[in-house]
């Protein structure tokens, strides 16, 4: 098997974790697996480093943040691949360059454009193991560019895709993916099996294991991920094509986001567009409106009620201000909380939504907003229910069992 | 002017001191020069990132020691950027591939086969101030390169040669050259100027501020150095070719090396190429031999008197040991030291030799070995007497006036 290993932070965050690391790639070497290894920077190195740059600058350029913060995944990488040769294993440390990986200019942010695996395919022809720093590429005329929040992630996953890898196993200090928050309900249980696209909403929904856009990526390109601890050899979490998992669950797990406030409008003059019009403001901010809920009020006005993220709420009001003129009233609240369930088989199954609701109502809780995917309800409560939703959803839909 | 300035590891060693080093480039910026700086790792980073290497292995593969070491340098170019454009001083921070270094193959002691000056020119042309991550480069084949000891001097050397700068500043933790060294004779002064053949003598008979690979070099380029310290504004000393000094001193300076050991081979076969075999089986252990006089001794028989560096005397005795049969008798002292008289003038004076002589005489100092060279007179005496003798030097030649 070809298998890719990505490492983060806190899986090398010292060096006798990186020597850890380094006997775990060691046994998959020698179990006879071709073996591409990516590594984040050492947990806290790049923390510094962002310190140091604020010393100088509350703004520093975004290019000479990615010649900084590239430095990071260098070290760690180099010095895996020396751990790995003093174990008798033959390696190869690439920078991001090096493994052939090309981004857009878009500096801090950048997406990869293409990967030429002919130099790791060189390395591991020749029965090397490839130590690839993740988090970074470079641009078409040379430039040092990094991937943004999870590029370690990315870089892995692409590079799964470019060599045809037959897995992607990702690394964290967590087993895999859990029905919900451990800490919420301690009944939770890890998933074996979860699609591509339950994982993207249980991501965006608040779970930390894996990140949307490395999930969205390895859905285009194929890629089976395994999420994994890299502190016990409990099995982890494959993350794969829906077709691929044969015993679909109703649902597969429940998400609690806090960081939610609600912003209500009433009375909204009805002129076409105005919607629109609010909404683009906000995003023109970077404000991420999540579920979106419009009723007609009186008097050919409408009501419109929306979410954002708590720590932006200040941010939203200033802008919701520059439209006073087009609404009777509005009210923010920024103690609510989303729950959401997430499940593909709910796209076979009628009753999934009714028993979300059905429990809500048993708990007393009220609901104030729903919105609902293919595979996904989400509702917005009162922020101080929100563990009590978790733990009543958890058993109404019997994930513990 | 087209300035090149090269700031080394303590003069880059905490934040403040960066910011400091950014006050002084954007002061030569404002002066109306162009500006590239060179710079090394922040004090104390190489050394940290060598430990966490030897961690893993007592002899990590020399490119992955590359890899790791480049990395220390693109962080400082990147915060010195960041400090800049804070100043409102836009700037280019560059790795040693994107200004253009490229080196021959020999990870960790790689030498600048040629750079490629029009990345730097353009962004000079565009009124920016270029910083360079000092110490690096890469092969022709795309690997990372690093330049060892004193390699961020040799970067700005380098540079300063394919730009045709009109100097190179040189800025360290001392104000300069010195007649002597000041802690031996409080009464020596800083030299105004010195030809780059007197600077080689005295570093290599152990002046510190710069090093031989970058003197030789910049003789080579003929490229202007002008060695001073970030922490004051002295000016420093100026390197330069011979026929810029105009007042040509007879003697520049006396330089004492104590890491001196004599060893001394009585009765040794008057065979032809013993002495050569002797010699080489020494350099391939890499011992540098310094001093060697010849004698001829009694019955066809030869002395041969040498000196090495003090602390590799153990394994000189190794290497001797497999010459036993050749010889009659040999004798170790490590108790030796080296006091030099350098100085250009001498080509054209005479009587310098003696007067050095005749300070010895008068301190009753014993002169075991002597060797002299064109502007340099080297003279092993016993270790005990070596401050003493570099007083008595420094008043004969009247270097304190």
Do not use: W
Not at 207 to 226: C, D, H, T, W, Y
Request: net charge negative.
């Amino acid at each position: 098997m070809l298998i890719v290993q990505k490492y983060g932070g806190t899986s090398v965050g010292n060096l006798e974790r990186i020597e850890n690391v380094a006997k775990r790639v060691a046994k998959a070497k020698k179990e006879g697996n071709d073996v591409v290894v990516v590594v984040s920077a050492m947990s806290g190195e790049t923390n510094k480093l962002i310190d140091y740059a604020k010393h100088f600058s509350p703004t520093p350029s975004k290019r000479d943040m990615d010649l900084l913060l590239s430095s990071g995944e260098r070290v760690t990488a180099a010095l895996l691949s020396i751990a790995l040769n003093e174990m008798g294993l033959p390696t190869v440390a690439m920078t991001g360059r090096q493994a052939g990986i090309v981004t857009d200019k878009s500096h801090t942010v950048a997406r990869i454009e293409k990967i030429d695996p002919k130099p790791m395919k060189k390395a591991l022809d020749e029965g090397k193991i490839v130590v690839v720093a993740g988090f970074q590429g470079i641009t078409e005329d040379g430039q040092v560019t990094t991937l943004g929040r999870g590029g370690s992630d990315l870089s892995a996953v692409a590079i799964a895709g470019a060599l045809g890898a037959d897995k992607c196993e990702i690394y964290s200090d967590v087993d895999g993916v859990y029905t919900t928050d451990p800490r919420i309900e301690p009944k939770a249980k890890k998933l074996d099996k979860i699609s591509y696209d339950e994982m993207l909403e249980l991501a965006s929904l608040g779970a930390k294991v894996l990140q949307n856009r490395s999930v969205e990526l390895a859905k285009k390109l194929g890629v089976v991920i395994e999420a994994k601890s890299s502190f016990n050899d409990n099995p982890g979490t494959i993350i794969t094509k829906e077709e691929e998992i044969m015993e679909k669950p109703l649902v597969s797990g429940i998400a609690l986001d806090k960081n939610q406030a609600r912003v209500s409008l009433r009375g909204v003059k009805d002129r076409p567009g105005i919607a629109a019009e609010i909404f683009k403001a906000l995003a023109n901010e970077n404000i991420n409106v999540d579920m979106i809920v419009q009723t007609i009020g009186e008097d050919d006005k409408t009501n419109l009620d929306f979410t954002v993220p708590q720590n932006e709420l200040e941010l939203v009001k200033k802008v919701m201000d520059r439209f006073k003129e087009e609404y009777q009233k509005i009210e923010y609240d920024p103690d609510v909380a989303k729950v959401s369930v997430v499940g593909v088989g709910m796209k076979s199954h009628s009753g999934v939504a009714s028993r979300a609701f059905e429990t809500m109502a048993k708990e007393n809780i009220n609901i104030e907003m729903i919105s609902t995917s293919e595979i996904k309800i989400s509702m917005i409560i009162d922020e101080k229910y929100g563990e009590l939703a978790v733990r009543a959803l958890h058993a109404a839909y019997e994930l513990d069992k």
